[in-house]
Each structure stands twice: as structure tokens, then as C-alpha cells.
């Protein structure tokens, strides 16, 4: 009886976003409006490719920017474990797909993730056959992974986390989840409650691993970049809010309006790049002096704020910073990567928010690399304070730095096990 109910549910979400496609291509149409690469290759979002079917790939789909940067340790490590490796790259977002370009190799292909839609899904594995797919974080996704069981392709839920209102979110939606979540041949979860959270969701294999954005490396000429900046700035204090959502700047704003002078530089990064304009807007619209990234860096002694309307760059704005506000964790959003800023040395200070991040949160307040707070109204007041005392800054930076080097290892750990699952099947005629 539940396997007729598990297929009625699937059929059932089949259909509603089969009746919601045109809604969905209306939508990325619209989005390229100021994002251009969301109309590019939009016949891919369907399952239709211009190039001939192909077989044997290594199939990696890292969503977004923050998952594509993970996904390059485990690349790099993937190609040690397995020499020749063809690697199909997929993406959801504009971001992730241009960060994408840089893991790409003569050989390889990228593409965007069809929707998940059966025939558009069907015709993804018919197209590409993969040797294994590899879903980062939390890509789970009900027709797909059906797909791919029906395909024979194994596959790989790796660096994985659910945090436990995901968990309850899909127990509500059992019928549906649940199958899903079994079709997941091994997962490679972050940490021990992610673990069992994913067991409990249905997950039959899984194995505790690590976190790939511990293996994440800054670019050495992206910290440079961030020292000359703060160089050129001299005496004055730099406050990084780092990739600030939605409902966020508002009241950092607020707060930011009645520090008396002189302020500290607020260097404002916005998440999504589709803000930047918005942002800008609040920052006039506060009375604070505005200069933008796209337009002078450093940006002149007389600005509020810095807007760091730019891709790629979040390195050398930590490096540029002395203290960092962490985006997504003052609204209930579950905070952004601090590892990130760990890595590159950059003391953060944290609100009540960071369940996707956790036990990274946790461990970053155990090793004195981060502080946490109730709100912005408190966040600012401790950024200040900490950058008007460099020595008990200069040691939160060391212990960032510290923090960031002692956890990595997952991207060998997960490439060794993912290579031990697909070696074979590259090895075999039928794969080449």
C-alpha cells in the first residue's frame, strides 16, 4: 500500500509541475532580465542538449555559487582518484554556472539541471548516461533521483546536511521525500547530526565525512586584492556585512546610522547580485554616503558605505575587513559560510540564526573565532568594540585561521569513496 501511495504522490507533484512550466520558463526569462545567463540555454532546462548522446561521465550538480565553490575541492580530488575523468558539471543559478567554468577541463561539459519534470529528466540520462551523479548539500530532487534508479546510475548525496526543520518539512511530505531519499545510493553527510537526521529521513547508507568548505582554499591573489584595499584605507576601520539577505540591511542600516562619528567603513555585500541596485537604494535612502565596488575600489575617505556589488571577490572583501557581520544569521534564514572567513582570517560575529551551519557555528565559537548575538542592534556595537581592541582582534583572527585548518580533509575523504563506488563501471566497456 505505501508503494501505491508513494507513486500517487510522485505522480501527483509530476503533474503539478508539468502545469507549472510555462510559469517556470516565464520566470527565468524574466530573471534574465538583469541576470542574462538565466536565458542561455534555456532548451537545457527541458532535457534538450545540442550535442550527440555521450556515456561514462562524472556527473557533479552544485546548485549555486556557495555549492560550486565546495564542489572544487572534491572535483580537484575526484580527478586524483580517478586520472582521465570526464566531468559533467550541472548548475541551477546563473552564479553557480559561471563559478563552474573555472572546475572545467578540455573534455568536460556543462549544462543546467533539467527541471524536474519525468520526460525532461528522462531525457537528461538518456543524453549523458552518467557513471554516477553527485548532489551536493541538499539536492534532492523526487523525479530525478527515480530517474536514476531507473537509469542503473548510483548516486551520491555528498557533503550533506539537513537541519532539523528540513527534516520535519519533509516528513510532512513523506510520501513524496521519503523515496527519494532511499533511491540515494551512499550519502556523505557533514556531520554526525546531519547523519542521523538523513537516517531518520530515509537515507539507507550514509557516512560521516566532513565539511568541503573546510577544503576551501582562498585564492592567493583575491587576499592580496583584499590587503591592498585595506592598505589604501590607512588608519580607518573596515566592518564587512557579508552576504546580507533580504530584510537585513534595513535594520544594519538602522544601527549603522546612529554610531557616532567617526564610523567605522560598512563594506556591504549583498547575497544576489539581483540586489545590488535595491541595496544601494536603502543605503541613499538612509542618508549614508554610497560608493560601489562596480565604480572606484577603495572606495574615497569620505563614504558611509562600500557596496561590494561584485562576483567572486568575497576573499579579498574578508581580507579587506577587520571584523565580519555573517549574513543570513540576523533573520531566520540559517546563516551563510563562515568558514569562508575563517579561512581567510576574518573574526565574525554572529545572530541567533545559523542552523545550516551548525556545528561549524558551534566549533567556530568554541575556538574563539566568532562571537554570537541576538540581533544587529547588539551586532554592530561588538564589530565596533572589536575593532577599536587589535589585540584581542589580531587573536580571534589567529584562531580563525587556526579553526579553518584543523577540520579539513573531507574532499580526499569523499573522493575516495565515491571513486571506490564508480571505479568500476569507468573501467567496464559499456562506460567508455
Known amino acids: 500500500m505505501s508503494a ?20 517556470y520558463l516565464l520566470k527565468l526569462w524574466w530573471r534574465g532580465r538583469e541576470e542574462p545567463p538565466y536565458r542561455h540555454a534555456i532548451a537545457e532546462r527541458l532535457g534538450r542538449y545540442p550535442q550527440p548522446p555521450s556515456q561514462g561521465w562524472v556527473w557533479v550538480h552544485a546548485v549555486s555559487l556557495g555549492e560550486t565553490r565546495a ?33 572545467l577541463q578540455p573534455g568536460d561539459v556543462q549544462t543546467w539541471l533539467p527541471y524536474d519534470t519525468p520526460a525532461a529528466v ?41 537541519s532539523e526543520k528540513s527534516l520535519r518539512r519533509g516528513q510532512r511530505l513523506a510520501a513524496l521525500m521519503r523515496p527519494a531519499v532511499e533511491a540515494i545510493d551512499l550519502v556523505l553527510a557533514q556531520t554526525p547530526g546531519d547523519a542521523a537526521r538523513l537516517r531518520a529521513a530515509g537515507a539507507a547508507q550514509v557516512e560521516v565525512c566532513g565539511n568541503l568548505k573546510f577544503d576551501m582554499s582562498p585564492a592567493p591573489e583575491l587576499l592580496e ?25 534595513a535594520p544594519l542600516l538602522a544601527a549603522w546610522q546612529v554610531r557616532s562619528a567617526p564610523r567605522p567603513l560598512l563594506l ?38 562600500w557596496l561590494g556589488d561584485s562576483i567572486g ?10 571584523v565580519a557581520l555573517l549574513g543570513g544569521s540576523f533573520a531566520p534564514l540559517g546563516g551563510q559560510n563562515l568558514i569562508e572567513a575563517a579561512a581567510c ?43 577599536a581592541a587589535p589585540a584581542e582582534r589580531e587573536a580571534m583572527s589567529r584562531q580563525a585561521v587556526a579553526f579553518a585548518t584543523a577540520h579539513r580533509g573531507a574532499a580526499r575523504t569523499m573522493a575516495q569513496r565515491i571513486a571506490a563506488l564508480v571505479a568500476p563501471r569507468l573501467r567496464a566497456p559499456a562506460a567508455r
Not at 571577490?313 to 577587520?322: G, Q, R
Open 4 to 23: 501505491v501511495r508513494h507513486g500517487v504522490a510522485r505522480h501527483a507533484y509530476s503533474l503539478l509541475l508539468s502545469l507549472l512550466t510555462p510559469a
Open 71 to 103: 564542489a572544487a575541492s572534491l572535483v580537484a580530488a575526484l580527478r586524483e582518484q580517478l586520472p582521465g575523468m570526464r566531468l559533467l558539471l550541472t548548475h541551477g543559478t546563473a552564479t553557480g554556472r559561471e563559478a563552474g567554468q573555472a572546475l
Open 122 to 162: 528522462r531525457r537528461f540520462f538518456a543524453q549523458f548516461r552518467p557513471a554516477v551523479g553527485v548532489l551536493m548539500e541538499t539536492e534532492v530532487w523526487p523525479n530525478l533521483l527515480h530517474a536514476a534508479r531507473a537509469a542503473g546510475v548510483p548516486m551520491v548525496l555528498a557533503n550533506a546536511r539537513l
Open 225 to 249: 586584492r583584499g590587503r591592498r584595499w585595506r592598505a589604501a584605507l590607512g588608519e580607518r576601520a573596515v566592518v564587512l556585512a557579508a552576504s546580507t539577505r533580504e530584510g537585513e540591511e
Open 268 to 305: 556591504l555585500v549583498p547575497r544576489h547580485p539581483q540586489r545590488f541596485d535595491e541595496v544601494a537604494q536603502q543605503v541613499r535612502a538612509a542618508g549614508l554616503r554610497l560608493a560601489r565596488r562596480s565604480e572606484t575600489a577603495p572606495p574615497p575617505a569620505d563614504a558611509d558605505v
Open 313 to 322: 571577490e568575497m576573499p579579498a572583501y574578508y581580507a579587506a575587513a577587520d
Open 345 to 387: 582570517g576574518c573574526p565574525v560575529v554572529m545572530g541567533p540564526h545559523t542552523f545550516n551551519f551548525a556545528e561549524a557555528a558551534e566549533l567556530s565559537l568554541e575556538a574563539g573565532a566568532a562571537r554570537r548575538v541576538a540581533d544587529l542592534e547588539q551586532a554592530v556595537p561588538l564589530a565596533c568594540a572589536l575593532v
